[in-house]
Protein backbone atom coordinates (compact mmCIF):
# COMPACT_ATOMS: atom_id res chain seq x y z
CA UNK A 1 0.00 0.00 0.00
CA UNK A 2 1.25 3.73 -0.78
CA UNK A 3 1.56 5.87 1.68
CA UNK A 4 0.41 9.45 0.35
CA UNK A 5 0.97 10.99 3.51
CA UNK A 6 4.20 12.74 3.74
CA UNK A 7 6.90 12.81 1.47
CA UNK A 8 10.70 11.23 1.49
CA UNK A 9 11.98 11.69 5.43
CA UNK A 10 7.98 12.45 6.32
CA UNK A 11 7.55 8.68 6.85
CA UNK A 12 6.99 9.15 10.69
CA UNK A 13 3.69 11.14 9.84
CA UNK A 14 0.75 8.89 10.94
CA UNK A 15 -1.41 7.85 7.90
CA UNK A 16 -4.57 9.47 9.43
CA UNK A 17 -6.43 10.36 6.69
CA UNK A 18 -5.02 8.28 3.44
CA UNK A 19 -7.83 9.14 1.05
CA UNK A 20 -7.72 12.83 1.73
CA UNK A 21 -3.85 12.39 1.41
CA UNK A 22 -4.30 10.42 -1.96
CA UNK A 23 -6.13 13.00 -3.27
CA UNK A 24 -3.81 16.03 -1.95
CA UNK A 25 -0.92 14.17 -3.63
CA UNK A 26 -3.01 13.90 -7.20
CA UNK A 27 -4.33 17.88 -6.62
CA UNK A 28 -0.36 18.81 -6.29
CA UNK A 29 0.23 16.75 -9.74
CA UNK A 30 -2.88 18.71 -11.39
CA UNK A 31 -1.57 21.82 -13.58
CA UNK A 32 -4.71 23.73 -13.37
CA UNK A 33 -4.66 23.68 -9.55
CA UNK A 34 -2.46 25.72 -7.68
CA UNK A 35 -1.15 25.27 -4.24
CA UNK A 36 -3.07 26.83 -1.99
CA UNK A 37 -6.42 25.63 -3.54
CA UNK A 38 -4.91 21.83 -3.56
CA UNK A 39 -4.15 22.70 0.34
CA UNK A 40 -7.59 24.06 1.16
CA UNK A 41 -9.52 21.28 -0.26
CA UNK A 42 -6.98 18.97 1.66
CA UNK A 43 -8.31 20.34 4.89
CA UNK A 44 -11.68 19.35 3.34
CA UNK A 45 -11.30 16.13 2.54
CA UNK A 46 -9.64 15.37 5.86
CA UNK A 47 -13.01 16.33 7.60
CA UNK A 48 -14.87 14.71 5.08
CA UNK A 49 -13.04 11.47 5.66
CA UNK A 50 -12.66 11.10 9.36
CA UNK A 51 -14.21 14.56 11.27
CA UNK A 52 -13.53 13.17 14.99
CA UNK A 53 -10.03 13.81 14.18
CA UNK A 54 -11.24 17.62 14.13
CA UNK A 55 -8.21 18.28 16.15
CA UNK A 56 -5.39 17.20 13.91
CA UNK A 57 -6.71 18.39 10.94
CA UNK A 58 -5.56 22.30 11.34
CA UNK A 59 -1.93 20.77 12.29
CA UNK A 60 -2.08 18.51 8.45
CA UNK A 61 -2.92 22.05 6.82
CA UNK A 62 -0.40 23.99 8.10
CA UNK A 63 2.39 21.49 7.58
CA UNK A 64 1.28 21.51 3.99
CA UNK A 65 0.76 25.12 3.68
CA UNK A 66 4.34 25.76 4.95
CA UNK A 67 6.26 23.19 3.97
CA UNK A 68 4.42 21.32 0.75
CA UNK A 69 6.21 23.59 -1.28
CA UNK A 70 8.85 21.93 -2.83
CA UNK A 71 6.72 18.92 -3.20
CA UNK A 72 3.99 21.10 -4.80
CA UNK A 73 6.89 21.53 -7.66
CA UNK A 74 8.15 17.94 -7.73
CA UNK A 75 4.89 16.83 -8.50
CA UNK A 76 3.77 19.97 -11.15
CA UNK A 77 7.32 19.34 -12.46
CA UNK A 78 6.91 15.68 -13.16
CA UNK A 79 3.27 16.40 -14.87
CA UNK A 80 4.52 18.53 -16.91
CA UNK A 81 7.42 17.04 -18.51
CA UNK A 82 4.90 13.97 -18.93
CA UNK A 83 2.88 15.49 -21.79
Known amino acids: MIDYCGSTGTEWIPDLFPNACRKHDECYANLMM ?5 DILFMQNMYNENPSLFFVIPIFFAGVTLFGGKAWKRAQNKSYYRL
Open 34 to 38: QKHEC
